[in-house]
């Protein structure tokens, strides 16, 4: 199959709908209801898919070949409902809840940074608070968005106040 045919999956790497037997699963996530600016995160999983064809399975430098010593498939989009928000968190807490009870790392793609919130409570389920490493222009931290507690800027605030977070690492 040429690069610019067939079913578009990260990496063109196999898809499935059955990721229990699976070391790494990545994961679209298109959703930007939660974002305040500029709509279009939705597009991200798509836009990467696209673009990560003409990656290679390996490391041309060091040949390092993850796919030769991990099963990895793309398992598709999380189905979030693009106009009820606090849906959508909850639809996406549930699938990762699914991919964590089979022990699967998950890799997510796109949508704007509300997204982060249900991943990280569903991680926090399967292994308590979590580290993380946030690399921004802005910490995401507010309180609100426009009188909305559950947004694209208010997520690791949520974190800290639910205890998803390790903050002493």
Known sequence: MPRFGGIATFMRLP???????????????????????????????????????????????????????LR????????????????????????????LDDDVITVSMGGDHTVVLPILRSMAKKHGPVGLVHVDAHTDINDTMFGSKVAHGTPFRRAVEEGLLACDR
């Not at 699976?22 to 673009?51: H, K």
């Not at 009820?84 to 991919?99: K, N, Q, R, S, T």
């Open 15 to 69: 898809g499935t709908t059955a990721p229990a037997n699976l070391d790494v699963a990545v994961v679209g996530v298109p959703l930007d209801t939660g974002t305040s600016n500029r709509p279009g995160a939705r597009f991200g999983p798509r836009g990467i898919r696209d673009e990560s064809v003409l990656l290679r399975p390996y490391n041309m430098a060091t040949r390092a070949a993850p796919f030769d010593s």
């Open 72 to 99: 990895i498939d793309d398992t598709g989009d999380v189905a979030a409902s693009p106009y009820d928000l606090m849906a959508a968190v909850e639809a996406i807490e549930d699938h990762f809840d699914g991919l």
